[in-house]
């Protein structure tokens, strides 16, 4: 083929509708001149023809109901309401919304954290020791557990729950404290064992036990 | 083609709990999307699932819409991505030759229209999947350089390039098996 790029260019561009009054003046005039380019042009004509010449089809009718179902069953991606209007409204769109997540998770890992470690104070009043030791005593079924023989400042606790047992933590620390409640309830019945981590070694703290009864 | 700002407004009828608003859109693009896949695929069955995966899909990732886009835009680079990896995935299922595609021809390919279409849709079946799908995009979808570009994710340069080079495969098929003389 020997069809200069240009004129295959303004060929096409007679066949996409885009030829402007001046494109269409010179390949009329190639048209006239050249026998390839007309032969070009009457080809791809054909082939432009052929292919306006294919039938639409009509897309299956349960293709709408179908879709609706998924749709109905995926509610849950696009929220409605109040959550989706938010969801849509949050400034940087999803993405951002999910690094808030990510946010808000570390924060609370983070506050977590910081309640072991802290003793409770952000979420409690300050509790003197020899308040605590009289609210644990008057608590009924309530164990405790001295963490100071392993070193450590606070007490564990253990007493009976609505559910099952509950355990507190008050840790006074400046540096970060590992603790590991250990319970093997085919083995411990109504104990739990409390170790602490230190250079990677678990070191016994104690016991604490469910009084009997409860 | 339906105004860009009435299918913005739609999607976030949708974003914000209006199912009705989806169903607008389905209804609006049914068509043209099942059309696209179809004619990328050729198996009717294959297409009606694709074009439902399609509108799942979009129903999914609503989201991620960009409004400063048309629609529909974003909606045919799903379906035609989802007939892409289609046909990638089932690639033996790739007619080699003429023949071949001929003799392939399911009685749903039948009724995708007359012969005429039938041969022609074979014979579109011979040529690569990226060519496939300008040659889609700009005959059966009407779509500019420009919004193929969009569909397909390359520049309009190579959308022209890409739709000269399908144009003379296509033609020099058709004239092969007597279609065109």
Known sequence: MSIRPEILDLIHADIDGIATEADSI????????????????????????????????????ELAPNVMRGVRA????????????????????????????????????????????????????????????????????????????????????????????????????????????????????????????????????????????? | MTSETDDCALVQGCLGGDEHAFETLLLRYQGPVFNAILRMVRDRDDASDLAQTTFLKAYEQLRTFDPRHKFFSWLYRIAINEAINHVKRRGRLEPLDGERASSARSPEAELVGSDLSSRVQDALMCISSDYRAVLVLRHFEGCSYDEIGAIVGVPEKTVKSRLFSARRQLRELLEARGILP
């Open chain 1, 74 to 214: 995926r509610r849950g991606g696009v929220r409605s309401g109040y959550v989706g209007r938010a969801r849509a409204w949050w400034p940087g769109g999803p993405q951002a919304l999910r690094y808030a997540y990510a946010l808000a998770a570390g924060a609370a890992i983070g506050v977590i954290a910081m309640q072991l470690v802290g003793a409770g104070s952000l979420f409690l009043p300050s509790v003197q020791e020899r308040d605590a030791a009289a609210s644990i005593g008057t608590a009924p079924g309530m164990c405790r557990l001295e963490l100071s023989q392993a070193g450590i400042k606070g007490s564990a606790t253990l007493q009976p729950s609505g559910v099952g047992a509950a355990i507190g933590l008050q840790v006074t620390a400046k540096d970060p404290v590992e603790l590991v409640l250990r319970y093997d309830p085919a083995h411990d019945g109504d104990r739990v064992k409390v170790l602490v981590v230190r250079d990677g070694a678990a070191q016994d703290a104690g016991t604490l036990r469910i009084a009997r009864g409860h």
């Open chain 1, 26 to 61: 010179k390949l009329r005039d190639a048209i006239a001149n050249d026998a390839e380019v007309r032969d070009e042009y009457r080809r791809l004509r054909g082939l432009c023809d052929a292919l306006a010449g294919v039938e639409p089809a009509s897309p299956p009718r």
